[in-house]
């Protein structure tokens, strides 16, 4: 397959940590394999310290292709690899980074035969909040943002404050349209989908509201613990991994009005609206939770109270929303991993149509599904099969990808790099939503709850299993049918 990506020199800052080793270069290797990258590329890993030569940095990037990969084909990742260096790099020196691109650069010509003004750069910035700052100082020093664009990490600063710094200093040496804040929910398919299902079906849309649905559930539970990641748990924690990001975009992406077209102003004013309509966040509606054990992880605190677990509601003041409260939960070591979102549709009024038992059936509920293979399912009433006029509970599913012919489904890294390389920006955050979002979220970093301990493989503490009315729907009795084969 070819494609019509210009030339690229791709920046990797942080390039030996775990996103780069369990997301990025598994990413790139996906879209080599889908001949997605494009024909002349040089990869340049980055860091403080060396992990060593370019070759056993190369066995680094191997080790995890194959761990996170699964099935590596040597034809493929043989010549990825061999594009694949490394140069050491610091926010007070960049010197010899500068050098090995402009060296990159200047192989791509000989090969390309190309001009220097069609040669991109790609600076991903994959370091904690607190580097980022530095680091673009270093990048305008060194004479690299021409021809750059620029990938930032979540969480984009740690509070209002710190995020407004953050984003004067970015364009303080880049142009807005040269910065892509990446939140990889946004790369899963299923996330697209829910614009898709809202506004390509006449069957949705005109209930997609207060007057049709009763509450929107948004619970992405983990198993998986800090695994490791102790350090960086300690300095951010779930609010700010999670909650003000990928839960809060994808609350936006369930609750925007229609934004007439896919395309970067559309989809950033629709979200920036909704947004802008959200209540800020009561403290006393939000549940901090951390999981018995997380004290012993390395380098976390012996009295540390960062939550590991967080569960709150949220209101949206619009015409559209107004009464339909939204809840949403995460954490770490909980007993399912799951990125379900659950509408739930009111009752009708009279309910003169009953189970066999005459109790009250399980309420309608659409379940968007946002795993790897993203699903679709509804809960609805009818009537059992037989003499009397009794409702049994039945369900209609999609497989999003094994119902559509010709899938070609992307993993979200893979779509939004690719993204980055095309220019496209519709899938990433303006730093009017990253400001908006922490001034929702101030109240409770101003006040945090408690954090309350909870048991490894349960649903979080108590206070956060109570918070919705009506219950939630993971972890609840009767279990989720949905999904059964
Ligand atoms: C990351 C968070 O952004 O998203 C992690 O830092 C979290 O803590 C991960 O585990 C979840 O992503 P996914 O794609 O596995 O749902």
Redesign the pocket.
């Known amino acids: 397959m070819t494609n019509d990506l210009p030339p690229h020199v791709l920046v990797l800052f942080g390039a030996t940590g775990d996103l780069a080793s369990r997301k990025l270069f598994p990413g790139l290797y996906r879209l080599a394999q889908d001949g997605r990258l494009p024909e002349h590329l040089a990869v340049i890993g980055s860091g403080r310290r060396s992990p060593g030569t370019d070759e056993e940095f190369r066995d680094h990037v191997r080790e995890a292709l194959e761990k996170f990969v699964g099935e590596v084909d040597e034809e493929l990742a043989g010549p990825l690899l061999e594009r694949i260096t490394f140069v050491t790099s610091s926010a007070d020196d960049g010197k010899d980074l500068a050098q090995a691109v402009r060296d990159a650069e200047d192989k791509i010509l000989e090969e390309a035969g190309c001009l220097l003004g069609d040669v991109r750069r790609l600076l991903y910035l994959s370091v904690p909040p607190s580097a980022v700052e530095s680091m673009v100082g270093m990048l305008a020093e060194e004479d690299l943002v021409d021809r750059s664009r620029l990938v930032a990490e ?1 969480p984009f600063g740690t509070d209002l404050a710190s995020a407004r710094a953050l984003d004067a200093v970015l364009r303080d040496a880049f142009e807005e349209g040269q910065i892509f804040r990446i939140d ?2 946004l790369g ?1 398919e299923a996330v697209q989908n829910i614009l898709a299902l809202r506004f390509a079906n006449g069957l949705f849309e005109p209930a997609w509201n207060r007057h049709t649905i009763e509450s929107v559930q948004i619970d ?1 539970p ?1 198993k ?1 613990t800090v695994e490791g ?1 102790g350090s960086f748990y300690e300095g951010t924690g779930c609010l700010r ?2 909650v003000t ?2 839960l809060c975009q994808l609350l936006g992406f369930v609750a925007l009005e229609d934004p007439h077209a896919y395309r970067e102003s559309a989809i950033r004013a629709a979200k920036a609206a909704v947004f802008g309509a959200v209540r800020v966040l009561d403290p006393d509606r939000v549940v901090f939770g951390q999981y018995d054990g997380y004290r012993d992880e390395p380098d976390v605190a012996d009295d540390s109270d960062v939550e590991t677990f967080v569960a709150i509601e949220v209101w949206i003041d619009n015409d559209r929303w107004r009464d339909v409260p939204f809840y949403l939960r995460t954490g ?1 070591a909980l007993a399912e991993g799951r ?1 379900t979102i659950t509408i739930r549709f009111h009752d009708p009024r009279h309910r003169w149509l009953k189970p066999e038992d005459g109790g009250t059936p399980a309420p309608n509920e659409l379940v968007i599904e946002l795993a790897d293979d993203p699903r679709i399912a509804i809960d609805v009433r009818a009537k059992r099969p037989g003499p009397d006029m009794a409702l049994v509970e039945g369900v209609f599913r999609l497989d999003l990808v094994g119902d559509a012919p010709g899938s070609d489904p992307l993993e ?1 890294y893979e779509r939004l790099l690719l993204d980055v390389m095309r220019g496209d920006r519709t899938l990433f955050i303006s730093s009017g939503e990253v400001e908006r979002l922490w001034e929702i979220c101030q109240p409770v970093l101003d006040r945090r709850p408690e954090t309350q301990p909870y048991e490894q493989g349960s649903w979080g503490p108590q206070d956060a299993v109570d918070l919705p009315l009506g219950g939630w729907r993971l972890g609840n009795h009767p279990p989720d049918r949905s999904f059964k084969s």
């Open positions: 979540k990889h929910f899963k992405v983990e998986l990641r991994d999670m990001t990928h770490k990125r979200a």
